[in-house]
């Protein structure tokens, strides 16, 4: 290259450098305490659902983001009735998938129909209270045929990495009995819960109330709850208040179909990922009678037939994680 070509493209250059760091620097002001509502509620709903909250909370106290993001006008009915639930397959070994691929292009979603939701049971890392384990090794310890990630863990801070995903958050039952419990038994917490016969509960309840409905399988993760009795809980108002996120959910059918929903985001800017109403409405769209939101984000996986389904979002693969929802073989 010649000199006065070098001399031309110094000032260019300079002026590209000059408008990144212009950018990087104002960005946050715009976005955080300009004059677009919208823009600044899905953007901070989608960083509040990621590991770097601190690219919001550096700006925003944590009553404004509650403000923002709509948290606290959040309402659900836990009174769920499964007195209408009538299971018509209770010998099926049939799974149906569908995969879901939206005119908006933000997500590519997997669906799963479970006509017999007695082969579905909840599963627990095998290091629980140590590490979790990722979705697709409970799979297989159980000799799975689909599965999908479960509820809220918390870390093992004295571990090294490997300690992610090590308790359970809430409390858990397995087969009946109340493997952990990080609470007491009369505290309500929003559950994913099935009964004896198969029907799935969701909603606020504790341990004890469970126990009167027959509940041998429940985990917990943090409300809100997307279907009760056949109605969406969000609606159009609160369809961005969690952000565009990876997503994994589970509802019920009338007949009692377990529906297994896992959404993958994050992969560009496009592939942003899905709200809760996205995944409400597809549910609903499935015929969900009741159903809940579980945990997202890099924990969002499905497994079917011995390969991953999905594309987790993790740096390096799937996560690690305290609980799953599978399908006994």
């Known amino acids: 290259m010649s000199k006065n070509k070098k001399h031309k493209l110094k000032p260019v250059i300079i002026f590209i450098l000059y408008m990144i760091l212009f950018t990087a620097v104002t960005a946050p002001f ?53 007195a209408a639930i009538n299971i018509d397959k209770k010998s099926s070994n049939e799974i149906i998938r569908y995969n879901l691929h939206p005119d908006s292009g933000r997500y590519d979603g997997y669906l799963l129909e479970i006509p017999n939701p007695l082969k579905v049971k909840i599963a627990r890392s095998k290091n629980l209270g140590v590490e979790g384990e990722k979705t697709s090794e409970m799979a297989k310890a159980h000799n799975a045929v689909a599965a999908i990630n ?42 994913t819960a099935f009964t004896d016969k198969g029907k799935l509960i969701v909603g606020n309840y504790s341990v004890n109330e469970l126990k009167k409905l027959n509940v041998t399988e429940a985990l917990c993760f943090r409300p809100p709850v997307l279907i009760i009795n056949g109605k969406g809980q969000i609606n159009d108002e609160d369809a961005a208040a969690d952000g565009f996120q990876p997503r994994t959910a589970i509802g019920q059918t009338v007949n009692g179909t377990i529906l297994f929903l896992v959404m993958d985001g994050r992969a560009n800017l496009k592939k942003s990922g899905a709200t809760l109403k996205d995944i409400q409405d597809e549910l609903l769209k499935h015929g969900a009678v009741n159903a809940s939101n579980l945990d997202g984000g890099f924990s969002s996986t499905m497994y079917q037939d011995g390969a991953l389904v999905n594309s987790p979002h993790g740096w390096n693969g799937e996560r690690y994680v305290a609980t799953s929802i599978y399908v006994e073989p």
């Open 30 to 82: 715009y976005v955080f305490r300009g004059p677009f509502p919208n823009l600044k509620k899905v953007v901070v709903a989608t960083i509040m659902g990621t590991r770097h909250q601190y690219l919001a909370t550096t700006f925003l106290s944590t009553a404004e983001i509650n403000k923002i993001t709509n948290k606290s006008n959040i309402k659900e009915d836990t009174k769920v009735s499964i």
């Open 150 to 191: 479960g509820g809220s863990f918390t870390d093992n801070n004295k571990g090294s990495f490997g300690g992610t995903g090590a308790y359970a958050g809430g409390f858990l039952i397995c087969n009946g009995k109340v493997i952990y419990n990080d609470s007491n038994d009369t505290k309500k917490q929003s559950v």
